[in-house]
Nanobody
Framework: QVRLVESGGGLVQPGGSLRLSCAASGFTFSIYAMRWYRQAPGKERELVVHITMTGGSTNYADSVKGRFTISRDNAKNTVYLQMNSLKLEDTTVYYC?????????WGQGTQVIVSS
């Protein structure tokens, strides 16, 4: 059973940092690309960043380039999202995701609130 569990969200001031984690289980993590998405209320889910199975290639949304960094530890079956220089508009729920045999899997999400 594929399972994705995000953690690390919370309340942070503008300009601060958070590190999100997504622990994966139930599949061979090391052979699948991973993605982080975010979705604000009333808006479509937005792709934040994609990382290939080896971590050798990443692709960031323009809105987070230079501020967010994705990484993965295939030995720990975990993907991370380091978020620096956080802005008010980064406030939303963040989800990790993968696609296996055409099926999209999502975690439950972790809430990030950027507020002074």
């Amino acid at each position: 059973q594929v399972r994705l569990v995000e953690s690390g969200g919370g309340l942070v001031q503008p300009g601060g940092s958070l590190r999100l984690s997504c622990a994966a289980s139930g599949f061979t993590f090391s052979i699948y690309a991973m993605r982080w998405y975010r979705q604000a209320p009333g808006k479509e889910r937005e792709l934040v960043v994609h990382i290939t199975m080896t971590g050798g290639s990443t692709n960031y949304a323009d809105s987070v380039k230079g501020r967010f960094t994705i990484s993965r530890d295939n030995a720990k079956n975990t993907v991370y999202l380091q978020m620096n220089s956080l802005k008010l508009e980064d406030t939303t729920v963040y989800y990790c995701s993968t696609v296996i045999a055409g099926q999209v899997y999502w975690g439950q999400g972790t809430q990030v609130i950027v507020s002074s």
